[in-house]
């Protein structure tokens, strides 16, 4: 048995915290500067090109991209040959989250109730998911979520009678719906299956697999493909401004599912879409 202690697992965070805000994902800085070369929109490309240059001195300065710092959402990979000692591993993801926002000067935006609304004034508690898996490595994503786009997601518990075309246009209506309000270009998380909180989850652990990475099974791949290309012709564009780039990618995660039922999940990101990795 492994053994890992909470204190590297604490200080790990705190540097995907700072990563994450820092220093847009490569892939989310590929596909900007590949939707560049399509548009054929003059303003479009200006846009683009802005949010290109804003990442570039983010991270130079190591200033945030985005003034909405977001709520931090951790993703534990965790191989069924480690043990976890030295302490509470929730108390250490929450210190390391604290300690990364104070360092980095980034805005504390959560609220220590969701009805009374008062602030925390550390951006702590984090939103955190663990999965058990093989081996005896730890694999830890953090991501820093905005809600100018999580307030545009949504879910629909579809019938299992439901057709691809009716999952398809729910998913083009969330994006419409979200318009220029999520800052756009968008990244959309799907999850398909499980149950509601199960299709919730896999429509925001999408959002972590890179843009230019597709789903393995061939007819979820195709359905990525087909969405891209549907949603980008509806024409909102770069801020919502006009254009080709609408979205700069989808990716979908699905579940097995029950019998009666067919959740959909769609988590909107916007193009600050932040994320940074470590493996212990």
């Known amino acids: 048995m ?3 202690n909470v204190s590297r697992i604490k200080d790990a965070v705190q540097d995907l915290c700072l ?13 900007i500067r590949m939707a560049v070369a399509r548009e054929s929109s003059g303003r479009a490309k200006k846009i683009l090109i802005s949010i290109i240059e804003n990442a570039l001195l983010a ?17 534990m990979a965790i191989g ?12 250490a993801i929450n210190e390391a989250v604290k300690k990364a926002y104070a360092k980095g ?34 694999v830890i994503d953090v991501s820093a979520k905005g809600f100018g786009s999580e307030n545009k997601s949504a879910i ?12 398809k246009s729910f998913i083009i209506e969330v994006v419409k719906a979200a318009g220029p ?10 999850g398909l299956g499980g149950t509601f909180e199960k299709a919730a989850y896999l ?15 061939p007819h979820m791949a195709r359905l990525e493909r087909a969405l891209l290309k549907d949603i980008n012709s509806l024409g909102i564009g770069p801020m919502g401004l006009g254009g080709r780039t609408t979205v700069l990618g989808v990716n979908i995660l699905e579940h097995p599912t029950h019998i009666a039922g067919l959740p959909v999940a769609v988590n909107v990101s916007c193009h600050a879409t932040r994320s940074a990795r470590a493996i212990l």
């Open 2 to 4: 492994r053994k890992i």
């Open 19 to 31: 990563k994450a805000n820092f220093e847009l994902r490569r892939d989310v800085l590929k596909a």
């Open 59 to 75: 991270k130079k300065r190591r200033i945030a991209i985005c003034q909405d710092t977001g709520m931090v959402f951790v993703h």
């Open 80 to 91: 069924q040959g480690v043990a976890i000692v030295g302490g509470d591993l929730e108390k």
């Open 105 to 138: 000067y980034l805005r504390r935006s959560v609220v220590n109730d969701p009805l009374l609304r008062e602030n925390t004034g550390t951006n702590a508690p984090a939103v955190i998911f663990t999965e058990i898996v093989p081996g005896s490595k730890v």
């Open 156 to 167: 629909r518990m579809f019938k299992p009678t439901s057709s691809l075309d009716d999952i």
């Open 181 to 190: 309000d999520a800052c756009p270009p968008l990244v959309l998380g799907i």
């Open 203 to 217: 429509a925001k652990a999408a959002l972590l697999r890179p843009l230019d990475k597709r789903n393995p099974t």
